[in-house]
């Protein structure tokens, strides 16, 4: 993908601000279903152990627990001060390793932890040791080298003496949530965080040798202007952390009781929102960020930049990684696997999730074996999403297709993008120009079967392009 500059066109943009989903998966999650359950996701790990080449596992950890509601949120999240529901929760994940350690092989290597939530440091230290401590006895972890611990952290509830504590348990990534560093927006969201202690935190996590560090914005909250979001973009370049993520606000009020909290008239309209984005792509590109696809930029010596440069990026429910080819296990309520040709979802309330692991069953609500057809479409999706092209002779070799037939429909809706200079086809590739970069979900919305399917329900299931 070549990093030139990233072309803007506000009407463009405008014209192509439509819901769609963000791909972290291909089937999306609203095509999972109940006839998918604890039988049908025992076979899958059977069988993915068969496989010839033992794939490698990677392990996602859910912790819904928060102190505080922000009002933005659309995460599967509980508000708490009660230390003891953390406890309980840890006890019933205890149990759930219990389950799942015993049906995958040992020469499976975890090369892959990570904790999202709510608020995986509402959990202590000590707990999250104990925690990775079990996983290590029960599951073979890769050796430290391309080994990734990672875990969100809500600076606000952090000490920098946790971070040495959390390096010494292997950690060697983390997560920060920022937003914005405007007060006048943290008023209105929910959420006041001060520069010092953000900054406090990240330079704890640095000395304490954790390898990189990632910070969370998201343009388009109420009462965000250019002017505070320049700040805030300033401060955090400074900063300078290795990868930043940039994400558009979702307002879906009918999903998310929070953001009800919220006034419309405090939103931005379209172009309002357009112009704080071009803010921070230019910001963050004059500072010597990379655009990595999606809502994400990368310094050019970090594992994400040189993976993408290699062509090793991959993207799943935990963003963008380095790690492709391995089956994902999530653990925790509402948390998504994906093992060889299937997904499937963990109850996205507490206490079916905790009935579930007291019955001593898989906590399964939903899931779906792929068919061929999915399998070629997430592949093609995946390409397009980390390396902005679609490989035509590649995918033609590996599922035996001639592309032009088999995707003609795809390729008539994509005809108007390619028509508004978003697309290219030339020589066997489909490539994202560089208007097109920042609509990739655009792009792939042509190649997604399901989409083109009578909608279920009338309210949206997915947020706005931009």
């Not at 994940?93 to 932890?113: C, G, M, S, T, W």
Request: aromatic share 10%.
């Amino acid at each position: 993908m070549h990093h030139q500059h990233i072309a803007f066109d506000a009407e463009l943009l405008r014209r192509y601000n439509r819901p769609g989903p963000r791909y972290t998966s291909y089937p999306t999650a609203p095509q999972f279903n109940a006839d998918f359950g604890e039988l049908q996701l025992r076979d899958a790990i059977q069988a993915s152990n068969e496989e010839p080449i033992p794939r490698r596992l990677s392990l996602y950890v859910h912790v819904p627990f928060c102190f505080s509601p922000c009002f933005y949120c659309g995460c599967n999240r509980i508000i708490t001060r009660d230390k003891a529901r953390g406890e309980a929760y840890l006890a019933r994940l205890h149990r759930e390793i219990a389950l799942y350690a015993p049906l995958f092989d040992r020469d499976r290597e975890v090369i892959q932890l990570h904790f999202g939530g709510g608020t995986p440091n509402f959990l202590t230290p000590g707990q999250l040791g104990d925690f990775v401590d079990a996983l290590r006895r029960q599951f073979h972890f890769a050796d430290s080298g391309d080994r990734d611990i990672s875990i969100e952290i809500d600076p606000r509830f952090c000490d920098p003496d946790w971070m040495a504590a959390l390096a010494q348990i292997g950690f060697n990534r983390a997560s920060l949530g920022v937003q914005d560093f405007d007060p006048i927006v943290q008023q209105a969201v929910n959420r006041i965080q001060s520069v010092e202690d953000t900054r406090a935190v990240i330079e704890a996590a640095r000395n304490a040798g954790l390898r990189s560090i990632n910070v969370d914005l998201i343009y388009g909250l109420p009462k965000q202007n250019l002017e505070g979001f320049a700040r805030t973009l300033d401060v955090v370049t400074e900063i300078r952390p290795d990868r930043l993520a940039v994400y558009s606000y979702a307002h879906m009020p009918h999903l998310f009781k929070a953001q009800k909290q919220i006034k419309d008239d405090d939103l931005l309209d379209g172009e309002a929102k357009l112009a704080l984005l071009q803010l921070a792509v230019e910001k963050l590109t004059a500072a010597g960020y990379l655009y990595i696809g999606m809502d994400h930029f990368a310094l050019p010596g970090d594992d994400l930049a040189q993976a993408q440069a290699r062509g090793g990026l991959h993207r799943n429910f935990m963003g963008y990684t380095t790690h492709a080819n391995s089956d994902l296990l999530g653990l925790g309520v509402s948390a998504i696997s994906h093992i060889g040709n299937t997904f499937s979802q963990n109850p996205r309330d507490l206490p079916s999730w905790e009935i579930a692991i007291d019955e001593g069953r898989l906590p399964v609500f939903r899931g779906m074996r792929m068919s061929d057809d999915d399998e070629l479409r997430a592949d093609l999706i995946q390409s397009l999403m980390c390396q902005g092209e679609i490989p035509v002779a590649a995918l033609e070799r590996r599922y035996d297709i001639r592309f032009d037939d088999y995707f003609a429909d795809s390729l008539a809706q994509l005809q108007p993008l390619v028509d508004d200079q978003l697309v290219e086809i030339a020589s066997r590739r489909i490539t994202a120009t560089s208007r097109g970069r920042l609509l990739l979900r655009n792009i792939a919305m042509c190649f997604d079967r399901y989409l083109n399917q009578p909608a279920i329900d009338t309210n949206p299931r997915f947020s706005r392009a931009i």
